[in-house]
């Protein structure tokens, strides 16, 4: 039987339904073989009897039976072949390890599949993979990596491969799903394909976010440590500054007190001088008074009349009645010292600005970012929306923080800061100097934020541009961003802000708009000409357009 077996053909062995060797193998009414489980699944999947090979069809069902002759043939040659593979290649595999898919045909203890075929929906190892890669008709079966639960490839409904991709509704289908056959549906190697390409370029974008990720962080420590560089300057100039200050007050109190004391002892000497001369003027004018008093207890008459003539002469005495030891400096020298105080103090803070708009200037240096976090830290603002501007279409929160539009116009008064016929309204606090910034939640399709100067025209129609006093930027229809410059400028951004901040520079002439989730810089009115007072500026879309909320500024270190 061995030998019968050698001189036939491999192919002979083979049920052409399964493409393996032949499991209780039987014969049609046109002499066909194939496996009875094949043939019997083929007729009940098709309802109709019909010959795989010959498409003979008949009437009724034929009654199967096991071609002995064959079985035996056939499991003859099945044991030839395990057994000449198994003496050459079994020694070199290993079993199957848990996380491993096994070999559905290993008897006992199974090997790990080297390859699943999809047709056959088995995985093989090595020995029984063989007859794929050496059978002509089974080396057109689709081989992969091994995988499990093979069954799971399978249409659930239609037993059937699962070989094509609904792009419409994003499934795996087969053949015979007809629900879509008017859907967009392509093979699924065509789908596999498309989407590896996706995958690969997904993975370079986002190869390519984590390498810019990683550079900012590195960006970031670089300008943490120019920052603690640049802080430690300023604190050093800032200390030798006031340093300065502090030894120049110190310096002028010190010759202050001296000049004070030496006009105080000057005054002291010159008292000593005056007290001197009354002193002396007292006893000469006391030895008059005694000689006086002698005389007129007299009364010899001729003494009388010869010595008074010499006593009655008024003694040589100074007219003290305008003079006095006040100095009369205090005031003047004191004066004097502050003067030169306020001179040098000037001197020092000029040189102290000086180095602030060095600071001023390397702001403009920094990353976006940073540069942001620190506007957010040093120029945060409380904005609150005055009411008295408000359209009266607007409706404004209690706390001042939130405008939409409502429905119905309110009896407001016509006053003439009121807009009365674009729905806008202005911020309460208005700034002429330094640098400002607030944040603005946006969230709806439709509204402009910025800044406007107080002289703006109210009523009527109006023409946002910074020629009319408006420094503003707009969204309309949800995805068409403007700065509203002269001339307007289409802003293409790469995702939607739901937070706009908006910051000013008086003195520099700088008005900048940036997305606060984002960290990054949207748009800039530079070289404007501020001469006035600048509000916050507001409008928000119509009718049900989400409301603009003007949030607290957080920031961090």
Same mark, same amino acid.
């Given at each position: 039987m061995a030998s019968a077996c050698s001189l036939l053909s491999e192919e002979q062995f083979l049920c052409s339904i399964c493409l393996d060797v032949f499991t209780e193998p039987v014969s049609t009414p046109c002499g066909h073989n194939f496996c009875k489980a094949c043939i019997t699944k083929c007729w009940d999947n098709n309802g109709k009897c019909e010959c795989p090979m010959c498409k003979k069809t008949f009437v009724n069902r034929p009654d199967l039976f096991v071609n002995t002759?064959?079985?035996e043939m056939a499991a003859q040659f099945r044991k030839s072949v395990d057994v000449k593979a198994a003496s050459s290649s079994i020694q070199q595999q290993k079993p199957v390890k848990p996380v491993e898919?096994?070999?559905?045909?290993?008897?006992?203890?199974? +090997?790990?599949? $080297?390859?699943s075929c999809l047709v056959c929906l088995t995985s093989y190892c090595e020995t029984h993979l063989e007859p794929h890669q050496r059978v002509a008709a089974l080396k057109r079966h689709k081989l992969i990596d091994p995988v499990e /639960? +093979?069954?799971?490839?399978?249409?659930?409904?239609?037993?059937?491969?699962?070989?094509?991709?609904?792009?419409?509704? *994003?499934?795996?289908?087969?053949?015979?799903? %007809?629900?879509? #056959? %008017?859907?967009?549906?392509?093979?699924?190697?065509? !789908?596999?394909?498309?989407?590896?390409?996706?995958?690969e370029k997904k993975k370079s974008e986002v190869q390519k976010m984590i390498q810019e990720r990683q550079e900012k962080v590195e960006e970031m420590k670089a300008s943490v440590q120019l920052n603690k560089k640049d802080t430690d300057e300023e604190l050093a100039k800032t200390a030798e500054v006031f340093t300065a200050l502090v030894a120049s007050i110190q310096r002028q109190q010190a010759e202050l007190m001296e000049v004070i004391e030496e006009r105080q002892r000057a005054a002291e000497k010159q008292a000593e001088g005056f007290i001197k001369e009354l002193e002396e003027e007292i006893t000469e004018l006391q030895r008059t008074s005694s000689e006086l008093e002698r005389l007129s207890l007299t009364e010899d008459q001729l003494q009388l009349l010869q010595s008074f003539p010499s006593v009655s002469s008024s003694?040589?005495?100074?007219?003290?009645?305008?003079?006095?030891?006040?100095?009369h400096l205090c005031v003047e020298t004191v004066r004097r010292a502050v003067l030169q105080l306020e001179e040098t103090t000037t001197k020092e803070m000029k040189t102290l600005l000086q180095h602030i708009e060095?600071?001023? !200037?390397?702001? *403009?240096?920094?990353p976006e970012d940073v540069r942001l976090k620190r506007i957010q830290q040093?120029?945060?603002?409380?904005? %609150?929306?005055?009411?008295?501007t408000a359209h009266p279409y607007l409706v404004l929160s209690e706390d001042g923080k939130h405008v939409r539009c409502g429905n119905t116009r309110q009896d407001l008064p016509d006053n003439p800061e009121r807009f009365d016929h674009c729905i806008n309204v202005l911020g309460k606090e208005g700034f002429s100097s330094g640098r400002f910034y607030f944040e603005v939640q946006v969230k709806g399709d439709d509204w402009d934020v910025g800044v406007a100067r107080k002289s703006i025209n109210r009523k009527g129609n109006i023409s946002y541009s910074p020629m009319n006093g408006y420094w503003v930027m707009w969204l309309r229809d949800g995805n068409n961003y403007k700065a509203l410059d002269d001339p307007r400028v289409p802003l293409s951004l790469s995702q939607k802000p739901e937070k706009v901040g908006v910051f000013v520079d008086y003195e520099e002439g700088l008005v900048s708009f940036y997305d606060v989730e984002a960290e990054t810089l949207i748009y800039s009115f530079s070289g404007c000409s501020f001469t006035e007072q600048i509000y916050p500026?507001?409008?928000?879309? +119509? /009718? #049900?357009?989400?409301? $603009?909320?003007?949030?607290?500024?957080?920031h961090t270190q």
């Amino acid at each position: 039987m061995a030998s019968a077996c050698s001189l036939l053909s491999e192919e002979q062995f083979l049920c052409s339904i399964c493409l393996d060797v032949f499991t209780e193998p039987v014969s049609t009414p046109c002499g066909h073989n194939f496996c009875k489980a094949c043939i019997t699944k083929c007729w009940d999947n098709n309802g109709k009897c019909e010959c795989p090979m010959c498409k003979k069809t008949f009437v009724n069902r034929p009654d199967l039976f096991v071609n002995t002759f064959i079985s035996e043939m056939a499991a003859q040659f099945r044991k030839s072949v395990d057994v000449k593979a198994a003496s050459s290649s079994i020694q070199q595999q290993k079993p199957v390890k848990p996380v491993e898919v096994p070999c559905d045909f290993c008897p006992g203890t199974k +090997l790990k599949a $080297l390859k699943s075929c999809l047709v056959c929906l088995t995985s093989y190892c090595e020995t029984h993979l063989e007859p794929h890669q050496r059978v002509a008709a089974l080396k057109r079966h689709k081989l992969i990596d091994p995988v499990e /639960n +093979l069954e799971d490839r399978m249409c659930k409904k239609h037993d059937k491969m699962l070989e094509l991709f609904c792009r419409t509704d *994003q499934l795996c289908v087969c053949v015979m799903c %007809t629900e879509h #056959k %008017t859907h967009d549906t392509v093979p699924l190697e065509e !789908e596999y394909k498309e989407m590896k390409a996706q995958l690969e370029k997904k993975k370079s974008e986002v190869q390519k976010m984590i390498q810019e990720r990683q550079e900012k962080v590195e960006e970031m420590k670089a300008s943490v440590q120019l920052n603690k560089k640049d802080t430690d300057e300023e604190l050093a100039k800032t200390a030798e500054v006031f340093t300065a200050l502090v030894a120049s007050i110190q310096r002028q109190q010190a010759e202050l007190m001296e000049v004070i004391e030496e006009r105080q002892r000057a005054a002291e000497k010159q008292a000593e001088g005056f007290i001197k001369e009354l002193e002396e003027e007292i006893t000469e004018l006391q030895r008059t008074s005694s000689e006086l008093e002698r005389l007129s207890l007299t009364e010899d008459q001729l003494q009388l009349l010869q010595s008074f003539p010499s006593v009655s002469s008024s003694p040589r005495t100074k007219n003290w009645s305008g003079i006095s030891v006040r100095t009369h400096l205090c005031v003047e020298t004191v004066r004097r010292a502050v003067l030169q105080l306020e001179e040098t103090t000037t001197k020092e803070m000029k040189t102290l600005l000086q180095h602030i708009e060095k600071t001023k !200037e390397d702001l *403009q240096k920094l990353p976006e970012d940073v540069r942001l976090k620190r506007i957010q830290q040093l120029y945060a603002v409380d904005v %609150t929306l005055d009411p008295n501007t408000a359209h009266p279409y607007l409706v404004l929160s209690e706390d001042g923080k939130h405008v939409r539009c409502g429905n119905t116009r309110q009896d407001l008064p016509d006053n003439p800061e009121r807009f009365d016929h674009c729905i806008n309204v202005l911020g309460k606090e208005g700034f002429s100097s330094g640098r400002f910034y607030f944040e603005v939640q946006v969230k709806g399709d439709d509204w402009d934020v910025g800044v406007a100067r107080k002289s703006i025209n109210r009523k009527g129609n109006i023409s946002y541009s910074p020629m009319n006093g408006y420094w503003v930027m707009w969204l309309r229809d949800g995805n068409n961003y403007k700065a509203l410059d002269d001339p307007r400028v289409p802003l293409s951004l790469s995702q939607k802000p739901e937070k706009v901040g908006v910051f000013v520079d008086y003195e520099e002439g700088l008005v900048s708009f940036y997305d606060v989730e984002a960290e990054t810089l949207i748009y800039s009115f530079s070289g404007c000409s501020f001469t006035e007072q600048i509000y916050p500026f507001f409008c928000p879309g +119509l /009718n #049900k357009a989400a409301p $603009l909320i003007i949030t607290p500024v957080k920031h961090t270190q």
